[in-house]
């Protein structure tokens, strides 16, 4: 079985449209930087990478052993200089950015270094100011709706590749790991000190009130701590990868509208165990249903179109759109309902004369689209995937 899921597992990845990306990157940047959250594929990703390429050379920064062989980092990076580098687990160790900048400065080829993080160059400021102009940052999602058969599983279990080919009971226990990990192991790797059990119930106070407005002051008041230590907090769990703080809509009319972001956990399989729902038919009648409904959407949508903007409108008075994606001039409002019947509200269309859209799309539990009215279509996720990309 395991082996089974591991070749599907290969197989997926490999199919992926970023496998390509990574390769093209390579050919046209000194140093590629491949982040996301931990279990992704990044590691199987980089192994495939330069599986074609002999000429290459792998260092798990986790493993003593391979650590060992940057005791002096400069000699190493000299004695393998016509070899493409892959550095794993970058972001435990920071100080190494200095030296590959030395290392990258004396080379003129591209694809010198392929690094690996878990963390976002602004959470590693050495990586984004120190390598400026030398590097390619490549994201690393878990998997998204559209590479992936069975949706309602995806939404349930999550994008993780180890979550998403378990079955439900390995799913749930996968994932509770998952978050004791990250508590007690990445996030002090990170060199940031914050009690495991403060993070866990700000994360679970995250997932109860997912999709919802961001309150700062009441999260405090909660953990006990001031308002402009949520923010760090938020920031952190934003720069692992684990939370979307979605901004406000913004428009020069007099219109009113919420300054506060709402604050999504990105993996629905993520937000399910913090909430103990363990299979579809659990999530199907829990209160939160809608809301991670929406955060699947929103998932799936905003990180498969990096070159939009993306938003959500709300106005003082209540009239509201789950996301507006914005290109240029060119602007999407998105209404996202849990449902097979999906009524629209008034002040959704209150909302769209405030926006003026080019189209605007309704994505519910449908299995086909037709249009509500004009310029209004309601549709499966899965087509307006095919739509925009």
Known sequence: MYIVSYN??????????????????????????????????????????LETNPNSIYLDLEDPADFAKLNDPSAFLDANKDKLICLDEIQRFPELFTILRGHLDRGQRNGQLLILGSASPLLIRQSSETLAGRISFIEITPFLANEIDDLQKLWVQGGFPESYLKDEEFSFEWRKSYIQTFLERDIPNLGI?????????????????????LNKSKLGQALGVSANTIQRYLDILEGTYIIRQLQPFYTNTKKRLVKSPKVYIRDTGLLHQLLGIENYNDLLGHPVVGDSFESYVITSLVENLPKYRASFFRSSGGAEVDLVLEKGQEKICIEIKCSTTPKLTQGFYESIKVIQPDVSYVVANIKSSYPIKDNIIALPLSELLEKLL
Not at 10 to 36: D, P, W, Y
């Open 8 to 49: 599907y597992k290969m197989q997926t990845l490999i199919k992926r449209s970023i496998h390509q990306k990574i390769v093209s990157h390579l050919e046209n940047f000194k140093c590629v930087a491949l982040l996301g959250p931990r279990q992704t594929g990044k590691s199987t990703l980089s192994k495939i990478i």
């Open 193 to 213: 000190n914050i009690p495991p059990l403060t993070l866990r119930r700000l994360w679970q106070m995250l997932a109860h009130s997912n999709g919802q407005l």
